[in-house]
């Protein structure tokens, strides 16, 4: 079992939907990030929780320490915000452990 | 929070030949991090960069192959040497703040070997 896991693997919606990805993870944490990598690759860093919720702009990312679980909500999606969505949890001091990441398609 | 910048962003080389990748911070960070992306795998740890010290490799990289330089707490260098086309990847740097919860990422530099 993965330390990391992220649901869905791909997601593809429509212009204006609104957007869940998931990520759920097995060790103890100080702090979880979420990544959008870009298609050329390129990787920004998005949000960094380590309890409770952020919103920037359109995205809103929520963790739930008790459960281990955590969430990036994007609302009325545009197509820019096609990326790959990659999940960061920084174990208890240690070095990061990176999910597999959910590539999302958002079509006109 | 700090902000990192990794160079190149992307290069495209010859078998056999080495490149290195910076990343500078604008302020001073504990610890950093080397990371590659595979084809269609997730971001795996390469090592740890001490500054001062060598660098801490993970089970499968070795200096040889990945030789990390980090003369202080702003700046480190991954070289990848001989390269072959299986070092394609993605190579992405991070480092570490104070208290261990604060994080931050270079932009990442896709390496092509042909």
């Known amino acids: 079992k993965n330390e990391v896991e992220q649901s869905p693997q791909n997601l593809t919606a429509q212009e204006g939907e609104f957007i869940t990805i998931n990520c759920s993870y097995s060790v103890g944490i100080s702090a979880l990030h979420w990544l959008q990598q870009h298609p050329g690759g390129g990787i920004v860093s998005l949000f960094m929780?380590?309890?409770g919720k952020k919103k920037h702009g359109r995205l809103i990312a929520t963790i739930n320490i008790q459960e281990k679980h955590s969430s990036l909500h994007i609302t009325a999606s545009h197509p820019r915000d096609s990326a790959v969505y990659i999940c960061a949890v920084l174990a208890n001091g240690q070095n990061f452990v990176f999910g597999p990441g959910t590539r999302l398609s958002v079509l006109p | 929070s700090a902000v990192i910048s990794q160079k190149p962003s992307r290069d495209i080389c010859q078998r056999g030949t080495s490149l290195t990748i910076q990343c500078q911070v604008d302020s001073q960070v504990t610890m950093m991090f080397w990371y590659r992306q595979q084809p269609g795998q997730s971001l795996t740890l390469i090592a740890t960069a001490n500054q001062g010290s060598e660098a801490t490799y993970e089970s499968g990289f070795v200096i040889d192959k990945f030789p990390i330089s980090r003369p202080n707490l702003t700046f480190s260098t991954l070289t990848v040497s001989n390269m072959s086309p299986e070092d394609s990847s993605i190579y992405l740097c991070s480092g570490e703040g104070q208290g261990g919860t604060e994080a931050f990422f270079g932009q990442g530099t896709r390496l092509t070997v042909v």
């Open positions: 929780l380590s309890s």
